[in-house]
């Protein structure tokens, strides 16, 4: 079991950047390979990022590539989303996620990952 708290949220101009923390509970989180998904009002949630278990893939959404960048300290049982060149769609309830299966290569529906957390707000004003 583990449990996933965000942060780093908030409201930003377009243009701007945020910088997201997960912080996980736990003694095996580098089992886990982590997301993070994102949810607009009115969508379905998407995978926007996620890493693998020892950093050594990554993925990100077309969407953002070029602008997110996800990374993870092991030491430290926390997941990163830095986001730079925020645009006013990529306002959404971002959410953290860890996939336990141990398989190769990253999954990325949301019935694929096991734990989430409580999700936080980024906001970007055009």
């Known amino acids: 079991q583990v449990q996933l708290v965000e942060s780093g949220g908030g409201l930003v101009q377009a243009g701007g950047s945020l910088r997201l923390s997960c912080a996980a509970t736990?003694?095996?989180?580098?089992?886990?390979?982590m997301g993070w998904f994102r949810q607009a009002p009115g969508k379905e949630r998407e995978l926007v990022a996620a890493?693998?278990?020892?950093?050594?893939?990554?993925y990100n959404a077309d969407s953002v590539k070029g602008r997110f960048t996800i990374s993870r300290d092991n030491a430290k049982n926390t997941v990163y989303l830095q986001m730079n060149s925020l645009k006013p769609e990529d306002t959404a309830v971002y959410y953290c996620?860890?996939?336990?299966?141990?398989?190769?290569?990253?999954?990325?529906?949301?019935?694929?990952?096991?734990?989430w957390g409580q999700g936080t707000q980024v906001t970007v004003s055009s």
């Open positions: 996620a860890a996939d336990r299966s141990l398989r190769v290569g990253i999954r990325s529906r949301p019935d694929e990952y096991n734990y």
């Open positions: 736990g003694r095996t989180f580098s089992n886990y390979t």
């Open positions: 890493i693998s278990r020892t950093s050594s893939s990554t």
